[in-house]
């Protein structure tokens, strides 16, 4: 089955820096990538996702990257602000196919004003 | 408007003594997920059920059941709680994962204490 790998666990940084949060997964098949933010008590919910027919996708302050050959992607917030703080996890998935997300571990982000 | 209603937010329950957590959705999503998530790590899939069709994840104890009567609903059921079975409760849907534009939506969890 597939395997993602996050790092790092942890991550501060100063308002105003940017984060990268770094995943890679185990199986070719997979072709579908969301990240998830999950802020204390709450639940996760989509910030961004890429399928594998792009490389890089972004939204505002926010930009995923997708190597496919290295099967590994990657999370870009810049510009952080103190509401960025939370955990966020990356997952795979197979669209087109089935089944179902699998999770990394999870990277709490802690944005200091 | 929340699409992905959890019942109830907070469960404390005795070690041993059945209990039932809920879910409900107004989406009319296909897949129906329950997934574990214990203090600092990722949710981790239980089983999920694709219509009617329950797929069980390999290492789901047997402690843990699921029953989906229709599409709205879906419940996990803990035979025997045991103390390491305390955790935050995620369920989830989406569409047809076969699909492109599939997005995993989440309740917002029963937190499930074991006493």
């Known amino acids: 089955g597939e395997n993602v790998e996050q790092h790092p666990s942890t991550l501060s940084v100063q308002e105003g820096d940017s984060a990268v949060i770094k995943c890679t997964y185990s199986?070719?098949?997979?072709?579908?990538f969301p990240w998830y933010k999950q802020e204390l008590g709450k639940r996760p919910q989509l910030i961004i996702d890429?399928?594998?027919?792009?490389g890089e996708k972004k939204d505002q302050r926010i930009a995923v990257t997708l190597n496919k050959t290295a099967k590994h992607f990657s999370l870009h917030i810049t510009e952080t602000q103190p509401e960025d703080s939370a955990v966020y996890f990356c997952?795979?998935?197979?669209?087109?196919?089935?089944?179902?997300?699998?999770f990394g571990k999870g990277t709490m982000l802690l944005v200091s004003p | 408007d929340a699409m992905v209603i959890q019942n109830p937010r907070y469960q404390v329950t005795q070690f041993g003594k059945p209990v039932t957590l809920s879910c409900s959705q107004t989406?009319?999503?296909?897949?129906m997920y329950w997934y574990q998530q214990k203090s600092s790590q990722a949710p981790k899939l239980l089983f999920h059920?694709?219509?009617?069709?329950?797929?069980n994840e390999a290492d789901t104890p047997d402690n843990f059941q699921s029953r989906r009567p229709n599409t709205s609903f879906c419940f996990l059921d803990i035979r025997s709680p045991g103390l390491g079975d305390a955790a935050m409760y995620l369920c989830?849907?989406?569409?047809?994962?076969?699909?492109?534009?599939?997005?995993?939506?989440f309740g917002q969890g029963t937190r499930l204490t074991v006493v």
């Open positions: 199986d070719s098949a997979s072709n579908y």
């Open positions: 997952a795979a998935s197979t669209l087109g196919g089935y089944s179902t997300l699998t």
């Open positions: 059920y694709y219509d009617k069709d329950f797929n």
């Open positions: 890429i399928r594998s027919n792009v």
């Open positions: 989830a849907t989406s569409r047809d994962p076969g699909r492109w534009d599939t997005e995993a939506f």
């Open positions: 989406l009319n999503h296909n897949v």
